[in-house]
């Protein structure tokens, strides 16, 4: 008996293994797609590349739904689309990518170093007000406070807070912010998507100045 038990928990753990390798390898998949299409395109192709992330992250989802990684990505993936659409159309986008946000949390609210936080708190300052939708200042700046706390060596999470504080007319804040974004650590397979965070900061340094 005690066997048959060593041998079933033995099989659970083989199981459980191949399938956070399997999250993993999908999470990889979509965020190197991601930066691709957010860094490389443009025009029509940028969109239909974003439409293709969706049904991947939506497929991703399917297979994983109870992944906080995946449904974060997810969320990304449809941010990331609303502002390469504007306006009234990426409003569906926005919400679905909230809802796909706030789930995740709910799994695992540190997951992906807080990037829920930071890509939530982005869509709060960003989004139309009420009664379009939802923004809010205050809950968008408690939202990417709460990144830099799980993140607090991070690209993503200070240069989003940064362009939050921008955006409140805090310039000198936003470039201490910005600073500190440039100063993170290459991430392992980001390469591209480092280099693309670090020209938009550089960018925005420079406007300040």
């Known amino acids: 008996m005690k066997n048959i038990v060593k041998i079933l928990c033995y099989v659970l753990l083989l199981s459980s293994t191949a399938v956070l390798a399997d999250v993993q390898q999908d999470v990889a998949l979509l965020a190197k797609a991601w930066a691709k299409a957010n860094y490389q395109l443009n025009g029509t192709q940028q969109e239909e590349a974003f439409e293709t992330l969706i049904e991947q992250s939506s497929e991703a989802v399917k297979l994983h739904p109870v992944s906080a990684d995946v449904l974060i990505w997810r969320g990304i993936i449809k941010s990331s689309f609303a502002g ?3 306006g009234l159309s990426a409003l569906s986008l926005i919400k679905e990518a909230k809802k796909d946000l706030e789930k995740s949390i709910l799994l695992d609210d540190k997951a992906l170093s807080g990037s ?3 890509t ?3 869509l709060y300052f960003k ?3 009420w009664p379009i939708s939802f923004a809010d200042d205050e809950q968008a700046k408690s939202y ?5 706390l799980l993140d607090p060596n991070g690209i993503d999470s200070h240069y989003f807070y ?3 504080l921008l955006d409140q007319g805090e310039k000198k804040q936003a470039q201490a912010s910005f600073i500190k974004a440039l100063d993170a650590k290459a991430r392992p397979g980001r390469a591209l998507a480092d280099s693309g965070r670090r020209h938009e900061i550089n960018e925005a340094l420079h406007e300040i100045n």
């Open 127 to 129: 989004a139309p007000g």
């Open 116 to 118: 829920a936080y930071t």
């Open 162 to 164: 940064a362009l939050f």
């Open 144 to 148: 990417l406070q709460k990144g830099i």
């Open 84 to 86: 390469v659409k504007g």
């Open 120 to 122: 939530l708190g982005t």
